[in-house]
């Protein structure tokens, strides 16, 4: 078979890798063993033997996967796109990845899913595949494995939720339970009321309707070039959505024909892409996390800073909770992404010339999409707010933090940024929790003296520490507090932070505590001083307290995390890189492009 890539490029003409298994008179006995098992399933032999791409589909919705459930029914149309097209299907099942049941965190989970497709694309007969989408880690675990596999591969989003609604107000999910959570700290709402409310948030089925982190990752998916244009807001319920889902078998075929690989599509610059879309998007601050890994397992060079040097100054102009108020369903009714895109494009922010997975590049697919609701997508001149991307931060406590400043509300504002000498930085009280258990366990104790004028500081969050790294730096002040008026103190840890939380945290701190970090050695009553402009987070202690504090801790044995709960717990721990780094397994990224080899 020739090719002609996308790009333009003439390519060798294409063996499908799939014939070495199916059609290998090189090695008959295994072609034979390999045959009979498939002709077994019910293919003819002229399906298998034909030159027809063998086309993958990965199966992340189960029973267990609510949030992405309905990719069972979507993948009967991608399996008759893909026919259409004159491929063969096969669908297998990836190691499910939910979001909100999974204990005791699902990012646990998504290198162990990366790891498992990257076994399946690797040693069966798969040309190319379909990678389907949506909660939240499910995202970046499949693009991690497309990445490091690189064979053909083209992303689906499952869709958000409809809209939520409660008492004529929309409800976001995710976004709703920390509300939730304040009005049942204070009594405001019973538990049967609190759990009515939090409900209403999720009324069919699809991801997250709010700009968490799944709305993000597949945002992101669409801007890095990986889904059809316009995929990745459609709502999962909606009838485009099945037909999206038909598109996208009958161009995967295609892609394969064309040899358009992942490595042709996620380069650099589509990471600048998705790093601008993310802050015009409001995007979660686990985006960093993932696409860092995804880069990695690719080979392009990307850090915490890119975030910063191409993402700080971008507007917010996506106004969907919790930053803004809309919710799924008006994202894509107001344009979604190529919408966004186009508008980050008139101002020269969208590197136009990146593939995408159509063979069109980025600036062709989203020239000339329009706004259709400007008050749900705003204009870059009217933005809802000014400079929304994440600050990389840094200091004497860890080597890189992250803050995103597009959350900071006024009541934040006011209490520790409108100080006349220095509007950009505060200095508070150090309040320090070893892990979420602690945390819930004292934080309304009033005995503990926390102020207006305190940080809670979470430590024993990180990779290692809490394995996976927990969800937790978004910490809700005390009840009594929350009682007075004060809804949001200034947290710190080494955790992550649910992309639907509207908490200006900071987060992603490595190296964490159980990794050597100087989270370890703060003390209840330090002080921090935080420093937007500078970027910079301190404990003000002296250099010598510093080393004395250090040296007490290694004296004691170092930082006490708890014991591994599973086999994956342990085995994960010795080998995860710190979130600055992805959390990538560290002997994972090594391994590029191996269906080249
Ligand atoms: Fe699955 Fe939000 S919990 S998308
Ligand atoms: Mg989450």
Redesign the pocket.
């Known amino acids: 078979m020739s090719s002609k890539k996308a790009n333009g490029h003439d390519t060798a003409p294409q063996k499908l890798r799939s014939r070495a298994w199916f059609d290998n008179p090189d090695n008959v006995d295994m072609t034979a063993l390999y045959l009979e098992r498939y002709l077994n399933y019910g293919f003819t032999l002229e399906e298998l033997q034909g030159g027809k791409p063998i086309i993958g589909i990965a199966q992340t919705g189960s029973d267990l ?4 459930r309905h990719h069972i029914e979507l993948a009967k149309r991608v399996r008759e796109g893909i026919r259409e097209a004159g491929g063969i299907c096969i669908e297998f099942p990836v190691h499910p990845i ?3 049941g999974k204990r005791p965190t699902a990012m646990l989970d998504r290198n162990l899913s990366y790891l498992g497709l990257v076994e399946v694309l690797y040693g069966y007969p798969l040309d190319g595949v379909v990678l389907t989408i ?3 880690k499910t995202t970046p675990a499949m693009l991690m494995g497309a990445a490091t596999v690189n064979i053909p591969a083209i992303a689906l989003s499952v869709g958000p939720m409809l809209n939520g609604w409660f008492k004529g107000e929309r409800t976001g ?2 976004t709703v339970v920390w509300k939730a959570r304040e009005l049942l700290a204070t009594g405001e709402l019973d538990y049967k009321g609190f759990i009515e409310l939090v409900a209403s948030s999720a009324p069919s089925t699809g ?2 309707n709010t700009m ?3 709305t993000t990752m597949n945002s992101l998916a669409e801007a890095l070039g990986m889904q059809l244009p316009g995929s990745a807001a459609i709502p999962a319920p909606y009838r485009e959505r099945q037909q999206m889902a038909y598109e996208t078998g009958r161009r995967i075929v295609e892609m394969v024909k064309e040899d358009l690989k992942p490595s042709d599509i996620m380069t650099k610059k589509a990471f600048i892409n998705a790093i601008r879309v993310n802050s015009a998007i409001g995007g979660s601050t686990n985006a960093p996390i993932h696409l860092n890994a995804i880069a990695r397992h690719l080979g392009v060079r990307l850090d915490v800073e890119d975030w910063q040097t191409y993402g700080r100054d971008i507007p917010l102009i996506v106004n969907l909770q919790p930053a803004g108020e809309y919710l799924g369903e008006d994202y894509h009714h107001a344009g979604g992404v190529p919408a966004v895109v186009a508008e980050l494009m008139k101002q020269g922010l969208i590197e136009e010339e990146a593939m995408t997975v159509n063979g069109k590049t980025i600036g062709a697919n989203c020239r000339d999409a329009k706004i259709m609701d400007p008050n749900v997508i705003k204009t870059y001149d009217k933005p809802l707010k000014a400079h929304a991307g994440f600050v990389a931060m840094k200091g004497n406590i860890f080597d890189s933090g992250i803050m995103k400043v597009s959350v900071i509300d006024e009541e934040f504002r006011k209490r520790y940024l409108s100080k006349a000498n220095d509007p950009d930085a505060f200095e508070v009280t150090c309040f320090v929790f070893d892990g979420p258990e602690d945390y819930h366990h004292r934080i309304d104790d009033p005995t503990l003296g926390i102020t207006a004028d305190s940080i809670l500081v979470i430590r024993g969050a990180g990779p290692i520490g809490y394995p996976g790294a927990a969800e937790v730096v978004n910490m809700r002040a005390p009840a009594y507090l929350i009682k007075q008026g004060v809804h949001s103190l200034p947290t710190m840890g080494d955790g992550r932070q649910s992309g ?1 939380s509207g908490a200006p945290s900071i987060l992603n701190c490595a190296p964490e505590a159980a990794a050597g970090g100087n989270l370890a050695i703060l003390k209840n009553g330090d002080k921090i001083r935080v420093d937007l402009k500078k970027s910079r987070v301190d404990v003000l202690i002296d250099e010598a307290e510093i080393k004395s504090r250090r040296k007490a801790l290694m004296d004691a044995g170092g930082y006490k995390y708890p014991a591994h709960q599973t086999p994956w717990q342990e085995i994960q721990r010795g080998i995860v890189a710190q979130l600055d780094q992805g959390m990538v397994l560290q002997p994972a990224i090594k391994y590029q492009h191996i269906a080249q080899e």
């Open positions: 996967s609510p949030c992405n939910q979001e909100t949506g909660c939240d999910s995710g991801y997250c968490g982190t799944a639907t």
